[in-house]
């Protein structure tokens, strides 16, 4: 079940580096959303430089606009974190990053 002939399919749960950049406000939304802070998150490289894209996330860590936080990108893992088991959601901010540290491999 779920695979197709001679596809794989992966299931990882993805993370991903971010950068807020900005709040998401509405008045009309689904009532899964109601009390929770949507955010929209720029990926960036470990190195802090942009990456490809940005996606919006429910924050669960307390982050605000201009921090570096780590974006939960699985709907399945996000939807455990949010202890839903059918809510309508993808991605959620689960920690904010202080400080990255890089080890280059020989």
């Keep these: 079940r779920g695979r197709r002939r001679g596809a794989r399919l992966e299931r990882r749960a993805r993370m991903i580096i971010g950068k ?3 709040n998401i406000h509405s008045t009309i939304r ?18 802090g430089t942009p990456s490809s894209g940005y996606l919006v996330a429910i924050d669960r860590a307390g982050a605000g606009v201009g921090e570096t936080v780590l974006v939960l990108d699985e709907g399945n893992g996000a939807r455990q974190v949010l202890e839903s088991k059918d809510g309508p ?4 901010i689960v920690g ?3 400080e990255i540290n890089e080890s280059k491999t020989p």
């Design 20 to 22: 807020v950049i900005g």
């Design 30 to 47: 689904h009532p899964f959303y109601g009390g929770r802070k949507l955010l929209i998150v720029e990926k960036i490289e470990p190195d």
């Design 89 to 92: 959601v993808r991605s959620v």
């Design 96 to 98: 904010i990053v202080d």
